[in-house]
């Protein structure tokens, strides 16, 4: 009598639980917001940039690269009816040697985006605000010790050309936010096709950035000179060329 009294109970346990409700799993807003994921591809000669692979400049000096970061900071976005939106806490780290090419910009506000715009570098802010975390944090390497400023462009490889035949090292490292030696630089596109952002969907903007642009326009680089870059006028006319470096590719909606 006691084992049927158990199997009857434990019978009713199993009915009533085959009756209840599944439970249903509940997706965060945020999560269903409009997302959007920027890829930087380097380019040189038009070709996807080969580290170990030795280029010409526009002075015919033979290089390699062996780094090439940067900081893509303060993106907006103008929508259609003039509005901008800003994406918050916007700092982001590219290192094309070591693969770091892409970042997502997240909880975009919905609608189609006419214009991009963001700078190479890192704001007076963030610059003086002292140990961060994320893509500024130090261990990014991208951060000068002796001057407690980041690094907003670090080009680094190997060159020779006729008055150097033996492989030798260049270094270009290029920050600092006060005048007379303001490096930060401001980068806008306009879209010939919008971007569009809408609630559960990921787009996709592809930027290419083209490491002859670093060798020329508005002035010709040579590594006899500029083997050796941390300021001053040389500073300057380095990022008045790199400035352009960038292009987009394609958008993806």
């Not at 009756?19 to 959007?36: G, L, Y």
């Not at 919008?194 to 010709?220: C, D, G």
Request: aromatic content about 14%.
């Amino acid at each position: 009598m006691h084992k049927i009294k158990s199997f009857i109970f434990l019978l009713f346990v199993l009915v009533l639980a085959s009756c209840k409700k599944d439970t249903e799993i509940i997706v965060p807003d945020s999560a269903k917001e409009p997302s959007v994921i920027f890829n930087y591809k380097a380019l040189v000669d038009n070709a996807v940039l080969v580290p170990s692979k030795c280029y010409k400049n526009a002075n015919n000096d033979s290089f390699t690269v062996t780094k090439l970061n940067y900081y893509i900071s303060n993106l907006k976005f103008r929508r259609d009816d003039g509005t901008v939106y800003s994406e918050p806490n916007s700092y982001h780290i590219i290192k094309h040697v070591e693969g770091v090419t892409s970042f997502t910009v997240l909880n975009m506000p919905e609608g189609n985006y006419n214009q991009i715009e963001f700078l190479i570098g890192v704001d007076s802010v963030r610059n003086v605000s002292g140990s961060q975390t994320g893509d500024l944090s130090p261990d990014s390497l991208m951060f000068w010790d002796w001057s407690t400023g980041y690094i907003f462009f670090k080009f680094e490889g190997q060159y020779k050309n006729t008055a150097t035949p033996i492989p030798d090292f260049y270094s270009m490292h290029i920050g600092g936010f006060k005048a007379p030696d303001n490096f930060i630089k401001k980068c806008t596109f306009n879209l010939s096709t919008h971007l569009i952002a809408e609630k559960n969907k990921q787009s996709k903007v592809f930027y290419n950035t083209s490491i002859n642009e670093i060798f020329t326009n508005p002035i010709i680089v040579d590594f006899g000179t500029y083997a050796s870059v941390g300021g001053g006028r040389k500073a300057h006319e380095i990022s008045d060329n790199y400035q352009d470096m960038f292009t987009i590719d394609r958008i993806e909606n």
